[in-house]
């Protein structure tokens, strides 16, 4: 395993990059690339790549932060998300709106030039991730490396632990629990909704006629219901997007307004709902509301406990030269 050092960190490019590495956990390392690629730093390339396509699109903040919850709650944080094949998690229904693959494509690639072999994808979606949330405006965190990126993609695994937008808290935490994350992590991370897209499918239910009673959800307040309403037309033919935010200046914003909308009733999909509403973490709900600037000092660290989930060492895993796809030697 590798030795944990003292703290010191390098500024680049007004940035703070970890220089020498200050924290362990298991094999996971800050500062793993340290001197693993020549002398380039690994996270700066990859925070550079991101910036740049965040230039382009800055939508993509939100598939980036997504990616990263989709791959390591589903066998760990092995890549396994970003594998092609006709039955790979990629497939599954809650997967096929993700985004932002291409973007961890040409972080990659960037890498290989500078040093072959050495990033696993498993680690560049963390580090992507980590840059997106800074740049929608989120605290700079320090992520761990050293993940190794595993073999094996199943659809039928996404379908069975990607969780549902309707779940209740209760099972949430459960699902969360088993994968070493706590009930505050849950909420905390529950914020990646302060950013991004949903569609009308996942929540047209809670307009129309919830849990069969013939009537809207009654924790809907009225003004966003009558909004979502003419967006999702009951037998609507197509299926729009809605942003979780309601504040067009904080639609791709990490920031605690999501929090403050669930307390008025302005959650849009069930899960948003219900974590304002059950009383396991209606207070969490509150004090992210609240204080200030406790949800931006929380949301990084819940990511890096979310990227400790089944991290693979050793033979377990590979180091991809191509995200989408095995290497081609024996394992
Ligand atoms: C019980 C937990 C969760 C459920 C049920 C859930 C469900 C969903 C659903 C249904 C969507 C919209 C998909 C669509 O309409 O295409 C979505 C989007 C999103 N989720 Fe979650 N999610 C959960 C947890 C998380 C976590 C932990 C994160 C990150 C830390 C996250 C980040 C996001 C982001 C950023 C989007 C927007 C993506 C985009 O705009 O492309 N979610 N989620």
Known sequence: MMR????SAALALGLVFVAFVSQCYGNL???YYNGKCWNYNAEEIVFNVVKAQFAKDPTIVAGLIRLQFHDCIVRGCD???L????????????NLSLRGFYVVDAAKAALEKA??????????????ARSAVFLAGGKWYFVETGRRDGFVSRQSDAIAYLPSENMQVRDALHLFATRGL???????????HSVGTTHCDKFNHRLYNYHNTGKPDARMNTDMLYALKKTCPRNGKQNKHVYFSYNPKSHYRMDNSYYKQ????QGILEIDANIASSPLTNSI???LAYAPGYFESRFGPAMVNMGRIGVLTGKQGEVRRYCGAVNHHKH
């Open 182 to 192: 706590s009930k505050e992590d849950f909420v905390v991370l529950l914020g990646g």
């Open 29 to 31: 390392h800050v500062g």
């Open 4 to 7: 944990c050092t003292s703290p």
């Open 83 to 94: 594998l092609n094949g006709p039955k790979s998690e990629k497939t599954a229904k809650p």
């Open 79 to 81: 890549a396994s998300v």
């Open 262 to 265: 669930l307390l008025v009733n």
């Open 115 to 128: 040093c072959p072999g050495v990033v696993s994808c498993a680690d560049v979606l963390n580090m992507a």
């Open 285 to 287: 709900v509150k004090k």
